[in-house]
């Protein structure tokens, strides 16, 4: 069974940072691309970060300079540290990695649960 768990989600403060962390766990042969994604409430899930195996990384323009995605492919790991915090930026952040399962051939998406990321004073 194949699972992205997420952690570090909370309530901060306009201006405050936070910093999420999303584990993979299971029957991994390799791991492709890793991202992060949010959804507020009555809108459409949006990309915020995505970094692939070899350290290349994409943001959406709105985090552009205030968020910073990183991984750690020895332990299957990406973080997401999120500065400059704003009331826009409150969403439930999803997790999401294409992973190869051992002894297979194709990539598919797997996503975490989400956490909840609250700004406000």
């Known amino acids: 069974q194949m699972q992205l768990a997420e952690s570090g989600g909370g309530l901060v403060q306009p201006g405050g940072s936070l910093r999420l962390s999303c584990a993979a766990s299971?029957?991994?042969?390799?791991?492709?691309?890793m991202g992060w994604y949010r959804q507020a409430p009555g809108k459409q899930r949006e990309l915020v970060a995505t970094?692939?195996?070899?350290?290349?990384?994409n943001y959406a323009v709105s985090v552009k300079g205030r968020f910073t995605i990183s991984r750690d492919n020895a332990k299957n790991t990406v973080d997401l540290q999120l500065n400059s915090l704003e009331p826009e930026d409150a969403a439930v952040y999803l997790c999401?990695?294409?992973?190869?399962?051992?002894?297979?051939?194709?990539?598919?998406?797997?996503w975490g649960q989400g956490t909840q990321v609250t700004v406000s004073s």
């Open positions: 999401n990695a294409q992973i190869r399962r051992w002894g297979t051939t194709q990539f598919l998406a797997y």
């Open positions: 970094i692939t195996s070899g350290g290349s990384t």
């Open positions: 299971g029957s991994i042969g390799s791991i492709n691309t």
